[in-house]
């Protein structure tokens, strides 16, 4: 949501359930003439969802109102989004024979150690998986290979702290676990197409 006048916007996010939707699944016809790949994608929220979302925020204001409604709330959200254009989605990350879980765990994990250097081979092992598996249900899992993955967290950690902390390059790329400097503007160069002095000049003005 947007304030014209300010341009500011409110941004809400949801933790979901894993178990929650797993037990509606059972419950619910599969739809097998979608075969999407388990990569994340965005999708214009339907009004049944907003609605819901609306009524599980209101409940925040009332111990009592949010002890008793929340849970059926919830579940008809859940609800609407298994029967929406993120039901075959969500089925196949968290179905029965998908690794779904254990790449949500993997990108958790990369999150919490992007600074680190790590081969495949040793993410795999982290995942126990063998590494071609786990290089196939990661890339799935996010369209990027983990390696990739773990770039963009540097780089764009790395721009935030030039931007807000006023970090300059050089102090960035070894802050966010670069030992090169001319790799990090080249690879910076590559994902924001610009160097990162001309880049966070760009936007600072």
Same mark, same amino acid.
């Given at each position: 949501?947007? +304030? &014209?006048?300010?341009?500011? @916007? $409110?941004? %809400?996010?949801?933790?979901? =359930? ?7 699944? *059972? ?19 339907? +009004? &049944?969802?907003?609605?819901? @979302? $609306?009524? %599980?925020?209101?409940?925040? =204001? ?7 409604? *929340? ?135």
């Amino acid at each position: 949501m947007a +304030d &014209e006048k300010k341009g500011n @916007f $409110l941004a %809400l996010s949801l933790h979901l =359930d894993l178990n929650l939707i797993a037990q509606l699944s *059972s419950k619910m016809p599969v739809d097998n003439s979608e075969n999407e790949p388990l990569a994340f994608k965005v999708e214009k929220a339907s +009004d &049944e969802i907003l609605e819901c @979302f $609306l009524r %599980l925020l209101g409940c925040d =204001d009332d111990p009592v109102k949010s002890k008793v409604l *929340s849970d059926p709330i919830k579940q008809e959200l859940y609800f609407h989004l298994l029967r929406g254009p993120f039901g075959t989605r969500l089925r196949n990350i968290f179905g029965r024979e998908s690794y779904g879980k254990s790449m949500i765990k993997m990108v958790e994990f990369l999150k919490q150690h992007f600074k680190e250097n790590f081969s495949i081979d040793e993410l795999a092992a982290k995942a126990n998986m063998a590494s071609p598996t786990f290089f196939k249900h990661f890339k799935k899992f996010t369209s990027i290979s983990p390696l990739q993955y773990q770039k963009y967290l540097r780089l764009h950690e790395a721009r935030r702290l030039m931007l807000v902390e006023d970090f300059n390059a050089s102090n960035a790329a070894f802050e966010v676990g670069y030992e090169s400097q001319q790799q990090f503007n080249r690879e910076y160069k590559r994902l924001f197409g610009l160097p990162p002095k001309e880049h966070i000049k760009e936007l600072k003005e």
